[in-house]
């Protein structure tokens, strides 16, 4: 697993490249270990399709607010993170459709909230890779953190 690390006073702004982005109806940021202000959810959308439920299992999350990701079209959706205050932990990205689900850690990464204060500020880190994926979701990530 690759870790994309955000400390304050960074952020990062995660860009999605595939295709169907523009069928993404929520994102979700998921976390054992932090906890957010927004709406909490379980999903649990795709057990009674026998062709998918192994594919997209149940999970649970925070649904983000739209107004922290742009799905910019059908081929790019960008999601932009601050990091928190306090906190140290893991999270997970999901993008969710109504033909299923594809999560940041399919793609072999999580983000990484640090509460340590890093100075000065990381900038310029860029990645970008190409993998598969289950469903409609995309085939590349880029990311950068400011």
Request: proline share 5%.
């Amino acid at each position: 697993m690759k870790y994309i690390t955000l400390s304050l006073p960074n952020f990062a702004s995660i860009v999605f490249e595939g295709l169907m982005y523009d069928k993404v109806s929520t994102v979700y940021l998921s976390s054992a270990n932090i906890t957010y202000s927004y709406p909490f959810s379980a999903v649990d959308s795709f057990t009674h399709i026998r062709r998918v439920s192994a594919f997209c299992p149940p999970f649970s999350g925070y649904i983000y607010p739209q107004q922290y990701y742009t799905i910019k079209d059908r081929n790019y959706l960008a999601v932009n993170l601050t990091s928190l205050t306090g906190v140290s932990g893991f999270i997970d990205i999901i993008l969710y459709g109504r033909a299923g689900y594809t999560k940041l850690s399919d793609k072999g990464y999580l983000v990484y909230n640090t509460a340590a204060f890093v100075s000065p500020p990381i900038t310029g880190n860029n990645i970008m890779f190409k993998g598969e994926d289950l469903l409609f979701f995309g085939q590349n990530i880029t990311y950068n953190t400011y």
